[in-house]
Every structure is written in C-alpha cells, then in structure tokens.
C-alpha cells in the first residue's frame, strides 16, 4: 500500500511561483506513474499533469502548459509540482496520485495524497 503526501501549497500572489511535493512511502515511486490533479471549490476534479515511470515523457493539461513542470526523483520518492506564473484560477486543492498505467484520468490511479491548498490572490 502506498502512502503518498503532498506539501508546498500556500497563498501566492498571481504571477509568483509554487513548487508542491508528494512524498511516498510503502513502496518504491519509481513502479508507478505520476500525476497531479486539482480540484477548485463547486467544480471537479481535473488533470493538471502527469509523468511516465522514468521521467522520459510529461503531459500537461492545455491551461497550464509552459507554466508548471512535472518531475520526479525516484531514488528519493519524491514528485514535484513547480508552478510558475500562477493565476487566480489555479486556485484548488491539489492532490498528488500513483498508477500503473495511469495518465491522464482519474479512474487510473490507484492511490490519492490527501491534498494540499494553493491559493492564488489577485
């Protein structure tokens, strides 16, 4: 079983920069693929990014491309989130999650962090 917990979020004023972390334990990260997801209040949760199990290939949802990057580093368990140029509406909760063939959909992973606040003021 996999436990994943993620850190980093905060108040951030729009056009600053976060880096979110997911740290998981129970299990080598390195047997999963990655993803980030986020969840804004009244609305579902989306796909914000993903990554293959070697860091090789990175997929982004249109809305933040070529302002967050996806990594990992296996040997220390560790995914990461670095958002740049943020916006009000990358105001959510965002979760870190782990799946073996997953990518860009929810119902492909397997195990959910428990979320962490990014607030971005105007």
């Known amino acids: 079983q996999v436990q994943l917990v993620e850190s980093g979020g905060g108040l951030v004023q729009a056009g600053g920069s976060l880096r979110l972390s997911c740290a998981a334990s129970?299990?080598?990260?390195?047997?999963?693929?990655m993803g980030w997801f986020r969840q804004a209040p009244g609305k579902e949760r989306e796909f914000v990014a993903a990554?293959?199990?070697?860091?090789?290939?990175?997929y982004y949802v249109d809305s933040v491309k070529g302002r967050f990057t996806i990594s990992r580093d296996n040997a220390k368990n560790t995914v990461y989130l670095q958002m740049s140029s943020l916006k009000p509406e990358d105001t959510a909760v965002y979760y870190c999650?782990?799946?073996?063939?997953?990518?860009?959909?929810?119902?492909?992973?397997?195990?959910w962090g428990q979320g962490t606040q990014v607030t971005v003021s105007s």
């Open positions: 129970g299990g080598p990260l390195s047997y999963y693929r």
């Open positions: 999650a782990a799946g073996r063939v997953a990518l860009m959909s929810s119902r492909q992973y397997d195990y």
């Open positions: 990554i293959r199990l070697n860091g090789g290939s990175t």
